[in-house]
């Protein structure tokens, strides 16, 4: 997942984790793996078409231009998924510069 913006700007992405019919799980917790300044995330749970969604909102804003990049843990109640990672990256943009006019 990708977010791009401007300095002090926040950024959001959502995206939805449909279980597996053959694979059921729910989600218990979400981590960040490095723990990234400014990243706040959560999660939501509804019945779709299919069954079971989760809705996944993370939210991202610094105050500092540069790049970041980090890794949601999504913690489920299956053995045979229990964790799913979710690469995260980013940038902020730097303020434009004044060329003195």
Do not use: C, W
Not at 22 to 48: A, C, M, R, W
Not at 52 to 75: H, M, Q
């Amino acid at each position: 997942m990708r977010f791009s913006g401007k300095l002090n700007e926040k950024l959001s992405r959502t995206i939805t984790i449909i279980p597996d019919k053959d694979y059921p799980f729910k989600i218990s917790t979400l981590s960040l793996k490095n723990k990234t300044e400014g990243v706040q995330f959560s999660f939501t749970n509804h019945t779709g078409e299919s069954g079971p969604e989760y809705t996944v909102t993370l939210d991202a804003a610094s105050d500092k231009p540069g790049s970041f990049s980090d890794t949601l843990i999504v913690k489920t109640d299956s053995s045979d998924i229990p964790e799913i990672m979710i690469p995260l990256s980013g940038y902020i943009m730097p303020p434009p510069r004044d060329n003195g006019k």
